[in-house]
């Protein structure tokens, strides 16, 4: 059985393999759980989670989901252990590009990053700094995840959760993978297959081709927008770590950097 939608922005599909439970509901609940963490963590939602957490946590403490939690804290692991080449902090250049809404007045403020964000219990955050946080790095691979452990406990013995790219297969089946030519984006290159693995990547396939076209990946250290011409995969367990350091791997252009032994995650760079 296979189902999609539209969510996350972008198109999310799921295939499942199960003879012995109700597959429609495995399927319903999975995508519940992606849609609350867009509900949760949406950039574009100006009552999301995510909007209170930019709006208020430089002014007050704040308390929140274990979901959105989880993404903060493995988002500060990845910052640390990439040196700040990853940093979720990076929401005001985006909106400065016209690649997310205003939702903030941004002109009054000087932003921090992730680094800023403390912990004052599990799931209560304060920061030193105003933020403009952007999950869009991150969670979208949280969700792939979220939604592989639903249909797991609802019985699911195999399958797929495709997020835009962003995928997470289990099970005993493997699943073939394909990689847009960064030359030709229409055409697409077979790396292998996948089994009880993720993989995402990172690229700017058609963008790349408009003369004024933004582009989605900012370096955190120097704020500027980030222009390549290859394709940047990370092939991990957990979808979450594949999509965060795609954006390592893109900036650094590093096979090697420590940060992927550290996750256990392989790099594979596609070039012109």
């Known amino acids: 059985m296979t189902r999609c939608k539209p969510l996350l922005g972008t198109f999310v599909e799921i295939s499942i393999h199960s003879m012995k439970h109700s597959q429609e509901n495995a399927m319903y609940k999975a995508f519940a759980t992606i849609e609350k963490v867009q509900a949760l963590m949406g950039f574009h939602d ?5 909007s ?3 709006a208020l946590s430089h002014l007050q403490s704040i308390e929140i989901h274990p979901w959105t939690a989880q993404v903060l804290r493995t988002a500060r692991e990845v910052y640390t252990q990439s040196n700040g080449l990853f940093n979720c902090g990076i929401g005001h250049r985006l909106v400065a590009t016209g690649l997310l809404p205003d939702n903030l007045d941004l002109l009054p403020f000087k932003f921090g990053g992730i680094e800023d964000l403390v912990f004052i219990d599990s799931n209560i955050i304060f920061s030193h700094k105003p933020l403009c946080l952007d999950l869009g790095g991150i969670a979208k691979g949280f969700a792939v995840d979220i939604a592989v452990d639903s249909l797991l406990a609802n019985g699911i013995e195999s399958g797929y959760v495709n997020a835009g790219g962003d995928l997470r297969v289990f099970g005993n089946q493997a699943r073939s993978i394909r990689i847009r030519n960064p030359a030709s984006p ?7 297959e996948l089994q009880n693995g993720s993989i995402a990547t990172s690229g700017l396939y058609f963008s790349k081709h408009e ?22 995969s990370i092939v991990a367990k957990k979808c979450i770590h594949a999509d965060a350091l795609t954006k390592v791997l893109a900036l650094s252009n590093k096979l090697d950097h420590p940060c992927f032994s550290h996750f256990s995650a392989q790099a594979i760079r596609i070039e012109v």
């Not at 933004?214 to 394709?231: D, K």
């Open 46 to 50: 100006p009552q999301s989670e995510l």
């Open 52 to 54: 209170k957490i930019n």
């Open 186 to 192: 229409s055409e697409l290159i077979n790396i292998g």
């Open 211 to 232: 003369s004024h076209a933004a582009s989605h990946i900012v370096n955190p250290i120097n704020q500027a927008q980030h222009h390549f011409s290859e394709s940047f």
